[in-house]
């Protein structure tokens, strides 16, 4: 049976070409480490590491590769950003959209005191912007949110929100995990304090890699979370007060990073906008064949527009859990079903607990595999329900 993979809001599938063939080149003919050796191999390493800074601060319209901080990925970027400046007695706002990489931090926060107040959004996934307004009261200290959900692919207005926060001095940090190397992403045009990123999902870079871009003024508001050497000013005992070294302790991720490196140049040659057509192609391809079926909800917005290719189903007579074992069992239709990481999001737009079963189509998917897809989903829902 062939298989159809349909879970690129997990993790995008195939990579980009050349990332695999650039992580086993450097493990098999480059090796060291960068910042540490005083030698040609470890300079030049050093230089494809600044390079890929260069190649993120274009992306995200930034013009710091400094303040490009690399980590594991997006959990590990908003852990550093969110418990680095958030005190007790400190106010935050967030989104009922939220995957638990914001939320469980939040959460942790909560309990030492920290006020976590989250903005409602409708129940197809948008946000109550005359809410966020109520609640974006001057003395709240920052705000993180989403810019794509994960469950239904609904994108957030960042560009307004941040505009209205900086008016009252409320920092702003946004999750681009469902949109970096898919939407474009303007840090300045945005006016954001913070974006993280992950390598692995749209950048179509490797898992592991990822990281955080900030601005000079929130930088210096946060405490860095994780200290030790970086290979600079070793004479002294305490932390960098420069970037990137302020955030950047221990041995890099130098294989993911020279993967990610060949992944960005993938995406600059080819462009995100082509990539984002084809994928938002199969979406209204998705779309239009499931408003044609009875006995599933699709949640989010069913048009086009403020979303990405990201389709969450609920099936309303069955197991949703059924539904994709049955996709995966008889059709080879690889889904992810479940509360995918972000319980508010599901209490949203009402499928909570039952969740959903979520189609994301990537960029070597195929019509023909849409079209099986529905295929499945119409027959599964004929023998089922
Ligand atoms: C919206 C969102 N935020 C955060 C994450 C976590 O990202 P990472 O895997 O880089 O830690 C994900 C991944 O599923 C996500 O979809």
Same mark, same amino acid.
């Given at each position: 049976m062939n298989k159809i993979y349909l879970d690129n809001g997990s993790t995008s599938f195939p990579k980009a070409p050349g990332v695999g063939k650039a992580m086993a080149n450097f493990i098999e003919n480059v090796g060291v480490n960068i910042g540490r050796g005083g030698y040609e191999e470890a300079y030049s390493a050093a230089e494809v590491v600044l390079d890929t800074r260069e190649k993120l601060c274009k992306l995200f319209h930034f013009d710091q590769p400094e303040n490009v901080v690399f980590t594991s990925g997006i959990t590990a970027s908003l852990n550093i950003l969110l418990k680095g400046h958030l005190q007790p007695g400190d106010r935050v706002l967030t989104t009922s959209m939220e995957h638990n990489a914001v939320m469980r931090p939040l959460r942790q926060l909560e309990q030492k005191g920290v006020e976590v107040v989250l903005i409602p959004c409708k129940r197809d996934g948008t946000l109550d912007f005359e809410a966020f307004i109520d609640l974006a009261t001057p003395g709240t200290r920052a705000l993180v949110m989403t810019h794509a959900s994960n469950m239904c692919g609904t994108v957030m207005p960042v560009k307004d929100v941040a505009e209205y926060c900086q008016t009252l001095g409320i920092w702003t940090i946004v999750d681009c995990a469902q949109s970096a190397g898919i939407l474009p992403i303007d840090m300045e045009d945005w006016g #954001?304090?913070?974006?993280?990123?992950?390598?692995?999902?749209? *950048? *179509?870079?490797?898992?592991?890699?990822?990281?955080? $871009?900030?601005?000079? =003024?929130?930088?210096?508001? #946060? =405490?860095?979370?994780?200290?030790?050497?970086?290979?600079?000013?070793?004479? $002294?005992?305490?932390?960098?007060?420069?970037?990137?070294?302020?955030?950047?302790?221990?041995?890099?991720?130098?294989?993911?990073?020279?993967?990610?490196?060949?992944?960005?140049?993938?995406?600059?040659?080819?462009?995100?906008?082509?990539?984002?057509?084809?994928?938002?192609? *199969?979406?209204?391809?998705?779309?239009?064949?499931?408003?044609? $079926?009875?006995?599933?909800?699709?949640?989010?917005?069913?048009?086009?527009?403020?979303?990405?290719?990201? #389709?969450?189903v609920d099936f309303l007579q069955m197991d949703n859990a059924d539904a994709a074992f049955l996709l995966e069992d008889k059709y080879g239709i690889m889904t992810r079903c479940g509360l995918h990481c972000a319980p508010q999001a599901h209490k949203s737009v009402g499928t909570y607990p039952q969740g959903t079963v979520r189609f994301a189509p990537g960029r070597e998917t195929t019509e023909a595999e849409i079209d099986t897809a529905l295929a499945a989903i119409q027959e599964i829902l004929a023998e089922n329900c």
């Open positions: #954001v304090d913070a974006i993280a990123f992950a390598g692995h999902k749209g *950048l *179509l870079g490797p898992q592991g890699i990822g990281g955080f $871009l900030i601005t000079d =003024d929130l930088a210096a508001e #946060v =405490d860095p979370l994780l200290s030790g050497g970086t290979g600079s000013i070793s004479h $002294l005992e305490t932390v960098p007060d420069f970037m990137p070294d302020r955030f950047e302790p221990g041995t890099q991720n130098l294989p993911g990073i020279f993967g990610l490196h060949a992944a960005l140049s993938y995406l600059e040659k080819v462009g995100i906008e082509k990539i984002y057509q084809h994928e938002m192609a *199969l979406a209204e391809r998705l779309l239009k064949g499931l408003s044609q $079926l009875e006995g599933i909800r699709v949640v989010g917005r069913p048009q086009l527009t403020g979303r990405t290719a990201v #389709v969450s």
